[in-house]
């Protein structure tokens, strides 16, 4: 069974924020060791050079993967798509969170490099890289966002709403612009309100969009994770990490918090994170397919898969 996470930024001390491909083969290799069979490696906002940049490394780490799978001589069929060594995570591409966001709704992503949508600059960005970049995030109430979706979709790259101030108004319209999914459902986003239930409010209650959910014990409470499962078809559920440099495998109990008590990124694995809601009483086969067959069904929706 593929196990998959859609969205880390780094484990146990490696990070995506780098220029050395060799991190980036740590960070799947780490994913690997703790029962993850596919990533897709997420790029924090910046400064377009500096994200192409750390995407170069991505680009370069997918190109290492490949050969050492191919030399070892065991490749099963492309159409299988699994990895081949159990302790090395496969990179299916990359994840950009930003840079079109709004500073809002920033939590601890540097604000400062966050940019108006913009096709022109979405161009520059994705520039040689068109082959792997699967999904990209967006604060769908900016100013020139409905167009970009649009374009964005219409390449074949998968839409996630996120980083946002967004109504629930606003959020259909991006819906059916193209977007494909929302970002770590409740966290760096519109509060839901009964008069205004906002981009998580969409996010729970059409049927058709993905929500990513941060299932450790930091960013969301129990009772709202029930919330998801209760209302939000389960099929469009994905558990993804949000891990980053600084998360610890094994010690998932822990917030990661900047000086400024924001929370950084997600305590756990995909599959700790599952484990840990089993033993909470989730449905064992709902929960594993948010690790699965959900998050194999949302990048189906990609040009590649």
């Keep these: 069974m593929r196990i998959v996470d859609v969205h880390t930024h780094g484990l146990a001390g490696y990070s995506t924020n780098t220029m050395n491909p060799d991190e980036i083969l ?15 490696l ?6 377009v050079e500096i994200m192409k940049e750390h995407m170069t490394a991505v680009e370069e780490a997918i190109k290492r993967q490949r050969l050492a799978i191919s030399s070892q ?7 299988e798509h699994e990895t081949q060594n159990p302790k090395l995570a496969r990179i299916l591409g990359i ?4 840079p079109f966001l709004n500073p809002s709704k920033a939590g601890a992503l540097d604000a400062s490099s966050f940019l108006k949508p913009s096709e022109k600059i979405w161009e520059s960005l994705i520039e040689g890289f068109e082959g792997i970049v699967r999904i990209v995030t967006i604060a769908p109430e900016l100013e020139g966002a409905k167009t970009l979706i ?27 612009a193209g977007a494909k999914g929302i970002t770590h459902l409740f966290n760096a986003m519109r509060l839901f309100h009964h008069r205004e239930p906002g981009i ?43 891990s980053i440099k600084a998360t610890k495998v094994g010690a998932g109990q822990h917030a990661l ?4 008590r924001i929370l950084e990124g997600g305590s756990m694995t995909v599959t700790e994170s599952a ?31």
């Design 257 to 260: 918090m900047n000086s400024a």
């Design 73 to 79: 001589g065991s490749v099963r069929a492309e159409s």
């Design 200 to 242: 998580a409010g969409f996010g729970l209650m059409n049927p058709h969009i993905y929500v990513e959910v941060i299932a450790d014990p930091s960013h969301l409470n129990r009772r709202t994770i029930e919330l998801i499962f209760n209302v939000k078809n389960h099929e469009k559920i994905v558990i993804i990490s949000d």
């Design 26 to 40: 740590e960070v799947a290799r780490l994913h690997g060791m703790h029962g993850v069979t596919d990533i897709i």
């Design 95 to 98: 994840n950009l969170e930003g």
């Design 42 to 47: 997420t790029i924090y906002p910046g400064p």
């Design 150 to 176: 649009k374009a964005i979709s219409n390449k074949g790259i998968i839409v996630s709403l996120g980083h946002s101030e967004a109504t629930y108004e606003e959020t259909e319209n991006a819906f059916h």
């Design 275 to 305: 484990s840990r809601l089993i033993d909470m009483g989730f449905d064992e086969a709902k929960i594993i397919g948010c690790i699965s067959t959900n998050p194999l069904s949302y990048l189906a929706l990609t040009k590649q898969c």
